[in-house]
RNA sequence: GGAGGGGUGCUGGAGCGGUUGAUCAGGCCAGUCUCGAAAACUGGUAGACCUCUUAAAGGGUCUCGAGAGUUCGAAUCUCUCCCCCUCCGCCA
């Protein structure tokens, strides 16, 4: 969420957050409030808040006044009619400018909440992730003498990845994983979290997976991305769809000491997201599951280093693919790719020889104040003022899809999958074989 | 699930319906003292928003778990909801 006062203060401002993302009308696809919403409309309303609002405390002091007085010639036990008569005119005026005011102040707050957050100076301007450019690549593609498989195919030859159960407990993408499966996938997510705890110095969380809907508005999931989560209706909690949610509300309402930041945090869990929109897109294998786990790292951090941090998270990631040995690239997201609440974004994408492309794996960003001012988290600065913090966070990494790309990766001539080194110990072998 | 207790500022803990945004203590910050520190003493110590000013200061509104109500006036009374704690039952 942006600083209202701010975008209030200056409609340059709120252009140029949606120049930057090329965005003219943030509420083209609002239907909740009646009638079609644009920045013209936005500033009117805000207008006639403001006014409104005015009003509405000035005629508060008076009855505030009415009060304390009535109180002294009570106590000196004179008349208080005229008081009374005065307060009960005014509150009819009061009570009639707040029930106007009371939905305006809604419309604008779910207004501004739709305002992505403004873009760092150094995000490229584009359309789509065709635009996205390359930083780096590291690490080089095996050669194979032979065609390799997609992950899904080895996996399933080696039993140890099962779709069709998956399909009959609980539909379709859902994966069962079995036997050096099951702990391949053990593996990785002890492996990632041990190099983040002992090398980077991250603090280790394992937290709840069912949140309120104030968790999921801090992190920005709510309202925007209502048609991504599950929903428990019994209940109002919600599954989430990333560890990002509850370690970064971990801090919420928090005041921070300077000399601990960065605080670094990150947190193993499972991940539940509905995929609308998305049918027939990935429906095979390990890609774009219902539920999936994943490794996440939050920073939360001070605004004179946020960015500079997110160089720091964003090689935090890399190193488990290069420890790996799986080659990789990171891209810079253009405007049109950057995510609502982040100012900037590293994308790691793997590379998959069985499907002959690269795959998301990580996903680094920078939300700047944008998350702590909803979240109303804060530190104070070396002068002893309050000021929000800045939160990053980055997948480190999703791990459906690194073992995904270790099948393929590392696939062998006779379908069996070599072991990478780091993972030795945790897996008590060197290859999967059936 | 049953019975009971409680939610107040950074913390502890007060608060007959009337200058109580809130006594007091602790913590923290600053100052005095000191070569320095401790102790002692003095002062300061909520946030958001509106308004005013070049700025500082000032004025105003709201906030005592959340929401609604009673009242001229609510931290204080009423209702609903949420959360926490204790005991019993059930249970991984």
Partial sequence: MHDLKKLRESPEYIKDVLARRGVSNPWKDWNDCDGPFDLERFFRLQNEELSLLREVESLRTRKNQIAAEFGKLKMAKEDTTALAEEVENLKVNLVDKEAKL??????????ALRIPNRLDDSVPFGKSE???????????????????????????????????AA?????????VLKSDGARLERALISFMLDVHVREHQFVEVLAPYLVNPKSLQGTGQLPKFREEVFKLAQDDLYLIPTAEVTVTNLHRDDLLEEKDLPLKYVSYSACFRREAGSYGKDTKGLIRNHQFNKVEMVYFTTPERSFADLETLTNEAEAILRKLNVPYRVISLCSGDTGFSSAKTYDLEVWMPGENRWREISSCSCFTDFQARRMNIKYKNAQGKKELVHTLNGSGLAVGRLFAAILENFQLKDGSVS????????????????
Avoid at 136 to 143: A, C, H, Q
Avoid at 167 to 175: E, I, M, P, V, W
Avoid at 419 to 434: A, E, F, N
């Fill in 167 to 175: 399909a009959k407990l609980s539909g379709s993408r859902f994966s």
């Fill in 102 to 111: 009371a939905p305006l102040n809604a419309i604008m707050e779910a207004a």
């Fill in 130 to 164: 065709a635009d996205n450019p390359l930083v780096r690549e590291v690490g080089t593609k095996s050669l194979f003498d032979f065609t390799p498989k997609a992950h899904w195919e080895i996996g399933e030859r080696l039993g140890i990845l099962d779709f069709a």
């Fill in 419 to 434: 072991v990478p080194q780091p993972l030795l110990t945790y897996m008590g072998k060197d290859k999967i074989t059936i």
